[in-house]
């Protein structure tokens, strides 16, 4: 009566592929994803076997106090990391800015050269007609006008012969004037074309800055990212080392005495724990009653899933997933056999048993519910008497009981 939870909840997994690793839910970080990779790789390790598969996995105080403060420190170069992708996203939105500022500039600057070419080409035409102007004016060297002049035969006619020249004169004052002025706006217009190069070449020095601004950010995102994990990954490997370790040893045992078994020795019955109570669910914290609410409503995964079972029904309740098989779940956290100890929400195992094949590799786990009751799977979910599930499942080994993933829910809310 056992199945294999190391993986974050959803659809259980066959028994054969028991040691594939779990793909991470989504949404999940890229510490968590790191974390569940590794476990998993360090799990089906150990359970590649029916051997390893009953092991001890505990890692030394040392080492999982290490690859806490990793973990944590992981977590602030994350901090860092995802600040560092809001600089990316805003440069990004200023280089865009830039870019659009560039096209507008480029259009202003092609219609004032069109406009300049439009005015030099009035331009050229008024000097041509100035030209013919002073060309017919004095073809003679200015003798036309002084026969005008000399022409008139009395005071009046001469006033009005001056009057003649003048407005000649007046009019090609007038021509002068224009091409002046045309020559002025054409200057105004060459300088605004001046400026307005110079400050297009002033948005493509801060253009630039603003991608090498990108590209050092992008650099220091990488470097973070090249070594922001090499810590954590060689810890997680140090600590699987020392469960696979420890399981080995506790494998090496668990075969010796299988052998002593099947030799015809005889074997020592296990200890049962003595008569008592456990905790009763009016004294439970909201936590402990949360997972006592989830056994209820959590449904069976199946025959044989006992321990997947337990798992998601401490992460339905918001606890955490719980890996390994139920003998797993026995070794690293049911230290107790002591009932005054049991308390509402804590894990009831046994590394093995001998009631099914499977039961004798693997074990059975089950959630205590208060009152003297167990919850477990069996198929359909039953709720055995505590006693009535010690007697059941104790044949081989003491029944034991301890907090999930170490966590005391009666300390929690």
């Known amino acids: 009566m056992s199945h294999r939870s190391d993986f974050p909840g959803g659809t259980p997994i ?25 476990a998993a ?5 150990l359970f590649a076997s029916p051997i390893t598969a009953r092991a001890t996995p505990q890692a030394s105080q040392e080492t999982l106090d290490a690859l806490d403060d990793a973990q944590t420190r992981l977590d602030e170069v994350q901090a860092q990391l995802d600040d560092l992708s809001a600089q990316y996203q805003e440069l990004s939105k ?6 659009s500022q560039i096209e507008d500039v ?60 003048e407005k000649i004169n007046e009019a090609d004052r007038e021509v002068i004037a224009e091409i002046e002025e045309i020559r002025t706006q054409l200057e ?12 297009l070449e002033e948005l493509k020095a801060a253009q630039a800055e603003q991608l090498s601004e990108m590209q050092q950010k992008q650099q220091e995102t ?33 075969r010796r005495r299988q052998e002593a078994m099947a030799g015809g020795g005889s074997s020592t019955p296990p200890v049962l724990p003595a008569a008592g109570s456990g905790q009763d669910y009016s004294a439970a914290s909201s ?19 006992c321990a997947a079972w337990v798992s998601y029904v401490f992460s339905n309740a918001g606890i955490g997933s719980v890996w390994g098989n139920a003998c797993d779940m026995y070794n690293m956290y049911c230290t107790s056999s002591d009932k005054s100890a049991l308390q509402v929400g804590m894990i009831i195992a046994v ?7 499977a039961g004798r590799i693997y074990g059975h786990v089950g959630i205590y519910i208060g009152d003297d009751k167990v919850m477990h799977n069996v198929g359909p979910i039953a709720t055995y008497g505590l006693d009535q599930w010690i007697n059941t499942y104790g044949t081989t080994v003491t029944p034991r009981w301890g907090w999930a993933l170490g966590k005391d829910l009666s300390q929690m809310s």
């Open 41 to 45: 790789a360090g799990l089906a390790t």
């Open 287 to 305: 936590a402990q009653k949360r997972v006592v609410d989830s056994c209820y409503y959590t449904a069976s995964p199946g025959l044989g899933w």
């Open 188 to 199: 105004q217009k060459r300088q605004s074309l001046e400026d307005q190069k110079a400050e």
């Open 14 to 38: 066959p028994s054969d592929t028991r040691n594939t690793a779990p793909a991470a839910p989504s949404g999940c970080t890229r510490r968590d994803a790191i974390k569940m990779t590794l």
């Open 222 to 254: 990488q470097e973070i990212l090249n070594g922001l994990d090499d810590e954590v990954k060689q810890l997680i490997a140090k600590r699987d080392e020392e469960i696979l370790a420890a399981a080995q040893a506790e494998a090496e045992a668990e």
């Open 94 to 99: 200023k280089q865009d800015e830039t870019i």
């Open 351 to 357: 590394s093995t048993h001998n009631l099914t094949s």
């Open 106 to 165: 480029t259009a202003q600057i092609e219609a004032t050269e069109a406009e300049i070419a439009e005015q030099e080409e009035q331009l050229a035409a008024k000097q041509e007609v100035l030209s013919e102007r002073v060309a017919t004016s004095y073809k003679n060297g200015g003798n036309e006008t002084l026969s005008i002049l000399l022409s008139a035969t009395t005071f009046d006619e001469l006033i009005s012969n001056a009057y003649y020249v």
